[in-house]
């Protein structure tokens, strides 16, 4: 190579520099641009590696020329870099106009209250409007808590209503949250306001409304000169303000050892709107709040004197209200972790239909 050449080669250079600078967008090309001219391999950083071709006394003038056209092109890059930078700050200060700080953003799903949940917190706000306590009990039970004190000693037919979970050190798995009625009674004595919710077990076969695990909640209120006039106002103020709508209930006579009288607190079916469906067993009504009078020997084994104090209990499927409150018609999903099941709370008003027969699962759309 001799000085002539070498000076239309940078020559060259420059030029397509200059005209690839202008068609440069971005501060990301315009560096690799600089590298790939500039660097030590770039198409003029590497001319100095040829400075051994020229004889020594030109070595000193080639290096100048390299130089020189450095500085020029260096130049260049630098307004090209001056105008990118300006334009990348207009647009960040236009997008802050527009940007607002307040608005969600792209929040993923954050999950939501399994349905009975939300029910259950439901019920306990309002009955502690009510003044009454939210009181917990064991899901292992003693025999005589689960049955005993609820007047159904071992030789008595009602066992058999409950196939009960027996475990090997001679407890259950509380087959209802009525053992709470007897515990609360022995905690607080009378006058006595409590409701238990609570999950209980039952040696089920298992369809689209049996489970061998479910919710209840239990309630017990204990005072002078209670009757069942209070038990059936209450029924209907709690169906009404868990189903948000009018609730028309029935009253049926009904059998249960710790209660007499005992009655079946019927609700108009919710998702046939009493028009007959599988849900009700085609009769437009579901069996929803078991109840009564405490019966003589409940208060009794509670410590309470029948001739002072008379109370009324109840047993409430919140299981089966949270089904009904949300149309879901297959008990089996609220177990199974079936996400559908758990954003319906979150719906409200988009129910959420379940065929297990065709299996297909019709979903409404979550409102916007
Ligand atoms: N413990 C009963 C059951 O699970 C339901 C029940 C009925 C509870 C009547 C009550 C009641 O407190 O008074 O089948």
Request: include cysteine.
């Amino acid at each position: 190579m001799d000085l002539e050449l070498l000076n239309t080669k940078i020559a060259g250079i420059e030029r397509e520099t200059a005209e690839a600078t202008q068609k440069v967008t971005s501060i990301d090309a315009l560096r690799s641009l600089d590298s790939a001219v500039l660097g030590k391999t770039g198409s003029l950083g590497g001319l100095i590696a040829n400075i051994k071709e020229f004889p020594a006394d030109q070595r000193g003038q080639v290096g100048k020329l390299v130089n020189e056209a450095k500085g020029r092109i260096k130049s260049v890059l630098d307004a090209r870099m001056a105008e990118l930078q300006q334009a990348a700050a207009s647009a960040s200060d236009e997008e802050s106009k527009w940007f607002d700080p307040t608005l969600p953003g792209n929040v993923r799903p954050m999950g939501s209250v399994h349905p009975v949940t939300a029910v259950q917190w439901e019920i306990e706000r309002l009955f502690e409007r009510l003044g009454f306590t939210v009181e917990d009990g064991p899901e292992m039970e003693s025999e005589y808590n689960n049955f005993e004190a609820l007047n159904i000693p071992a030789s008595h037919p009602a066992r058999d209503m409950q196939d009960t979970f027996w475990l090997a050190n001679g407890m259950v798995l509380r087959t209802h949250t009525s053992p709470v009625q007897h515990r609360s009674m022995k905690k607080f004595g009378a006058p006595l306001r409590v409701i238990a919710p609570g999950r209980c077990f039952r040696y089920e076969t298992i369809d689209a409304s049996h489970e061998n695990t479910f919710h209840q909640v239990e309630g017990l209120m204990i005072d002078r000169d209670i009757g069942l006039p209070h038990l059936i106002a209450m029924a209907k103020m709690l169906l009404t303000e868990v189903m948000q709508r009018e609730v028309t209930v029935r009253v049926r006579p009904g059998y249960f050892p710790f209660v007499e009288p005992g009655i079946e607190i019927d609700m108009n079916c919710a998702i046939c709107g009493g028009k007959k469906c599988p849900t009700c067993k085609y009769s437009g009504w579901v069996e929803i709040l078991p109840a009564g009078m405490v019966h003589p020997n409940v208060l009794r084994a509670g410590g309470i004197d029948p001739d002072e104090w008379s109370g009324f209990a109840f047993g409430l499927g919140l299981t089966r209200l949270a089904m009904m409150k949300y149309g879901i018609g297959d008990i089996r999903i609220l177990n199974s972790g079936d996400l559908r099941a758990l954003v319906a709370p979150q719906r409200m008003g988009g129910p959420i239909i379940v065929d297990k027969t065709t299996k297909s699962r019709a979903v409404s759309e979550p409102r916007p």
